[in-house]
Nanobody, 115 residues
Framework: QVQLVESGGGLVQPGGSLRLSCAAS????????MSWYRQAPGKERELVAG????????SYADSVKGRFTISRDNAKNTVYLQMNSLKPEDTAVYYC????????WGQGTQVTVSS
């Protein structure tokens, strides 16, 4: 079955960096578009970044452009989200997402940006 396992979250000061990872299994990873979403308390889940199967097409939410970088390693079945210049408003649970026959989510990893 499809499994997505996120890691790398934590507490970081404003201006700091974190690198999230999402390990995928149960489907042909190299054939699928992957996305990162986030959900802050009291807010709807929002798309942060997406990457096509060969990384030839990448997109970002306006709020993270220039600060976040999505990448993938198809040999390791893993997608990454490098987050730099973090702001308090980036605080959220971050989720990995893939649409195979259905839509799948990981369990999420908490990112807290606070001094």
């Amino acid at each position: 079955q499809v499994q997505l396992v996120e890691s790398g979250g934590g507490l970081v000061q404003p201006g700091g960096s974190l690198r999230l990872s999402c390990a995928a299994s149960g489907f042909p990873f190299s054939s699928y578009f992957m996305s990162w979403y986030r959900q802050a308390p009291g807010k709807e889940r929002e798309l942060v970044a997406g990457i096509s199967n060969t990384a030839g097409s990448i997109s970002y939410a306006d709020s993270v452009k220039g600060r976040f970088t999505i990448s993938r390693d198809n040999a390791k079945n893993t997608v990454y989200l490098q987050m730099n210049s973090l702001k308090p408003e980036d605080t959220a649970v971050y989720y990995c997402n893939v649409r195979v026959s259905d839509q799948y989510w990981g369990q999420g990893t908490q990112v807290t940006v606070s001094s």
